[in-house]
């Protein structure tokens, strides 16, 4: 990358955030110093809207220059306003053919619908983890396979169980599913499906086009492989040291870990040309509600548990 970037993407579980749930002090002055200098940062997960409002309003990361865009790229919104500018939705006979997969394979179906988790399963624990995390409504309906499209408009479907039920399924419902959804894996129990054609890179050069700016000048840092159009649509691409061996792979450059200040080397560089950022005040309570611990527990992730 020859200019200063104009577009910052920034996945959070594993990029921004650190093991212990934290933004460093050197990304945070990183990203103080990249605003001055008019770059917008997009906050881009497969966390929905709503949960990324409410970790970033906790990490204290918001209001003007900054982007949400969740459910892995298919619905965004100002983080200043609330505005939702971009969504997406899966269209309803697909959407009952993810559910009909999912429940011969016993495999847990969430769909996200805006600010809402749209279950058949309410008491499901994995299901009042997701809503409580991030922020969501559940709606529960008696049986996800007969909803009607006037009934739910779906972003994503999120399905979770072990690994080792859920890497098999995810090669079945390729075989089935693969030429009509996007889909991949966001942590080792979570497998998701958004719309044909809409992902994390989707969203970074629709962003850049509705300010425009060419995605050519943007940066993206990813550590997982729902992350991999977005690095590959960046005009420079960064994994983080702890990323996927296929990320890694996949990348322009490669940058230390999401515990090492990864984020804030590479931005030092792009903005400083290597001198890090001036210190920026840290905030006294920035521990998130629902940092993703990617160890498996029991099919579950446990924000206190680490």
Same mark, same amino acid.
């Given at each position: 990358m020859t200019r200063t970037p104009s577009l910052i993407a920034v996945d959070i579980d594993g990029t921004l955030l650190s093991s212990t749930g934290r933004v460093l002090p050197g990304t945070r002055a990183e990203f103080a110093r990249a605003q001055q200098a008019g770059a917008t940062i997009a906050l881009v997960s497969g966390r929905p809207v709503a949960g990324l409002r409410r970790l970033m309003h906790r990490l204290q990361l918001e209001g003007a220059g900054f982007v949400h865009v969740g459910s892995n790229g298919s619905r965004s919104a100002d983080a200043q306003t609330g505005e939702v500018l971009t969504s997406h939705t899966l269209g309803i006979d697909v959407v009952h053919e993810v559910v009909a997969l999912c429940k011969e394979h016993?495999?847990?179906?969430?769909?996200? %619908?805006?600010?809402?988790?749209?279950?058949? *399963?309410?008491?499901? *624990?994995?299901?009042?983890?997701? &809503?409580?995390?991030?922020?969501?409504?559940?709606?529960?309906v008696p049986d996800l396979r007969a909803i009607g499209a006037a009934e739910v408009s779906v972003n994503k479907v999120l399905m979770n169980a072990d690994p080792t039920v859920l890497r098999p399924f995810a090669e079945v419902f390729a075989e089935q599913?693969?030429?009509?959804?996007?889909?991949?894996?966001?942590?080792?129990?979570?497998?998701?499906?958004?719309?044909?054609?809409? %992902?994390?890179?989707? &969203?970074? *050069?629709? #962003?850049? &086009? &509705?300010?425009?700016?060419?995605?050519? %000048?943007?940066?993206?840092?990813? %550590?997982?492989?729902?992350?991999?159009?977005?690095?590959?649509?960046?005009? #420079?691409?960064?994994?983080?040291?702890?990323?996927?061996?296929a990320v890694r792979d996949a990348a322009d450059r490669v940058t230390a870990s999401n515990d090492d200040e990864g984020i804030a080397a590479v931005l030092a560089d792009l903005f400083g040309q290597g001198e890090p950022a001036p210190a920026v005040p840290e905030p006294q309570d920035q521990q998130p509600l629902y940092a993703l611990d990617l160890r498996e527990i029991g099919g579950l992730v446990h924000a206190d548990d680490r």
């Open positions: 016993g495999i847990t179906v969430m769909l996200c %619908d805006g600010d809402d988790l749209v279950v058949d *399963r309410p008491q499901d *624990r994995q299901v009042v983890f997701e &809503a409580e995390g991030n922020d969501l409504r559940i709606r529960a599913l693969g030429t009509r959804v996007e889909h991949a894996f966001s942590a080792p129990f979570y497998f998701e499906a958004t719309p044909a054609g809409i %992902d994390k890179g989707s &969203a970074l *050069r629709e #962003l850049a &086009a &509705a300010r425009g700016l060419d995605a050519a %000048d943007s940066v993206a840092f990813g %550590d997982n492989f729902n992350d991999l159009p977005m690095l590959a649509a960046a005009g #420079l691409g960064v994994a983080m040291a702890n990323a996927t061996a």
